[in-house]
C-alpha cells in the first residue's frame, strides 16, 4: 500500500493556524480579506522552503476565521497541496496594512485522513502490538490498522470485471468493456481508484475519457495504470499463454 502514499501526500490538506496580527484590525475586516484569499491565489514560497521560490497558483477551498482576540486570529483553512501558510499568514498581513505571522501550526487532515477520524496514536500502536504478542488476540491491532482501500476514500472509484482484473495487474489499458460501474463526473486526466467486485483496490488509474462516454461506448482505452498495487496471481487471467513458436497451445 506504501505504492499508493503519493495520493495522499498530494491531496487536499486542512490546516488550524493561529496568525499574529502586527497590529489589531476589525473582525470584519478580517473576514473580508480571509474571503479575498478564498479560490485560486498567487504564491511564492517562504525564504525558508525546500522548493524553487518561483511564483506559483494554489488553491484555497475555505477560510474560516474560529476565533480572533484582536492580536491573535485562530483560522481553519481547507487547501490545495503545497500551499503554505506561514506565506499565506503573511500575504494576509499584507493585504490587511499591519502586518502578520504565522505563530502555531496543526495539519488537521490529508486526504480521507483526519485527526478525529482514521489516525490514531503511536502509543496505541505499541498497546496493540503488545497486545498480541503477549496474549495472542488482534482485537486491538484491528482497531488501529485499517484496510488500505481507506487511503482511496477520496479518489473517484471505477470498479472493474474480475476478467479485466489480472491484465490491469500486468500493465495492461482498461478498456470500456473491463468496467462493470464507475463514479460520475470523471474527466480525462483524472486520477482514478480501480476496484474488484469485492471492493479490493488493483490499482490507481488515469482516465482516458469522461464517465459518460465510458458508460455510452462499447469499446476503447477507458483507463491506464499508473501505479498497480494488488499482487498477481489472485485472479484467473482472460488471456492465452502463446508458445516459443508463436501458436497457442491447447
Not at 497558483?57 to 482576540?69: D, S, W
Request: glycine letters at 8%; hydrophobic letters at 40%; one cysteine or more.
Amino acid at each position: 500500500m506504501t505504492r499508493v502514499v503519493g495520493s495522499v501526500v498530494h491531496s487536499t490538506k486542512e490546516y488550524v493556524c493561529v496568525m499574529q496580527l502586527h497590529a489589531p484590525v476589525s473582525e470584519e475586516r478580517l473576514a473580508r480579506v480571509a474571503e479575498e484569499f478564498t479560490g485560486r491565489i498567487y504564491q511564492r514560497p517562504p525564504v525558508r522552503s525546500n522548493v524553487k521560490r518561483s511564483l506559483r497558483t494554489k488553491t484555497v477551498n475555505r477560510i474560516e476565521v474560529i476565533e480572533y482576540t484582536g492580536k491573535y486570529a485562530l483560522l481553519r483553512v481547507d487547501c490545495e497541496a503545497g500551499t503554505y501558510m506561514r506565506k499565506l499568514c503573511w500575504d494576509m498581513g499584507l493585504v490587511l496594512g499591519v502586518g502578520a505571522h504565522m505563530r502555531e501550526l496543526r495539519r488537521t487532515r490529508t486526504g480521507p485522513f483526519h485527526e478525529d477520524r482514521g489516525l490514531v496514536r503511536m502509543q496505541d500502536v505499541a498497546e496493540a502490538l503488545f497486545r498480541l504478542r503477549e496474549e495472542g488476540k488482534d482485537d486491538l491491532l484491528r482497531r488501529v490498522v485499517l484496510p488500505g482501500e481507506f487511503s482511496v476514500c477520496h479518489l473517484p472509484k471505477v470498479v472493474i470485471r474480475d476478467t479485466a482484473v489480472e491484465s490491469v495487474i500486468h500493465g495492461a489499458a482498461l478498456a470500456v468493456p473491463g468496467v462493470a460501474m464507475l463514479h460520475e463526473g470523471i474527466r480525462p486526466g483524472d486520477t482514478v481508484a480501480l476496484l474488484t467486485l469485492k471492493g479490493e483496490l488493483v490499482a490507481l488509474a488515469t482516465a482516458e475519457m469522461p464517465s459518460e462516454r465510458v458508460l455510452e461506448e462499447r469499446r476503447g482505452i477507458a483507463f491506464r495504470p499508473k501505479r498497480v498495487v494488488m499482487e498477481p496471481g489472485l485472479y484467473p487471467r482472460a488471456w492465452k499463454r502463446r508458445s516459443p513458436g508463436g501458436s497457442t497451445p491447447q
